[in-house]
């Protein structure tokens, strides 16, 4: 796997990960990160159910704290498209966007915008010193298209 948090290309395992953030290593949270980064942008009932088809029992509790735990320590990112339950993903630290379909919620990770954009500049900062934007676009993919 590569590791693009910070723009860190190193190779680092799942294990690697949660040491260097401070988590105890459990077969539950190795689990809960293999299926996020199987699965980018699931759900946190479709990771349970990843998770419990991996290593049996797992509350869904548990899940939801893994879950919580990783996005807090940056291992994961959390996304909520409007109307959507949260979603999950591995790819953390590029300021990526998605874009969303309104008939079926396929999501697709969209690379950030390059030279002007001036959309994703604030008209008034309010003192903030601004590093990052979070652009969902949304439309019908070619399946719903039909």
Not at 11 to 19: A, D, G, H, I, V
Not at 54 to 58: A, D, R, V
């Given at each position: 796997m590569?590791d ?16 260097r ?21 699931a759900?946190a ?7 419990r088809d ?5 509350s ?20 909520q498209?409007?109307?959507?339950p ?5 790819r ?20 950030c915008?390059?030279?002007?954009t001036?959309?994703?500049t ?21 399946d719903c298209?039909?």
């Open positions: 590569t693009t948090r910070d723009g860190d290309l190193s190779e680092e395992s799942f294990e690697q990960q949660l040491r953030c401070g988590l105890q290593v459990t077969a539950q949270r190795l689990a809960v990160m293999e299926a996020v980064s199987a699965a980018p942008h759900t009932e479709e990771l349970t159910e990843s998770v991996k290593i049996g029992s797992i869904r509790q548990a899940v939801y704290d893994t879950l919580g735990a990783f996005a807090d320590k940056r291992l994961i990112r959390r996304i498209p409007s109307g959507s949260a979603r999950f993903e591995d953390v630290g590029d300021n990526h966007h998605h874009l969303v379909c309104r008939d079926c919620s396929l999501i697709f990770d969209i690379d915008a390059v030279g002007e001036p959309c994703l604030a008209d008034d900062d309010h003192g903030f010193e601004i590093d990052e934007a979070e652009v969902v676009y949304w439309g019908r993919c070619p298209l039909g």
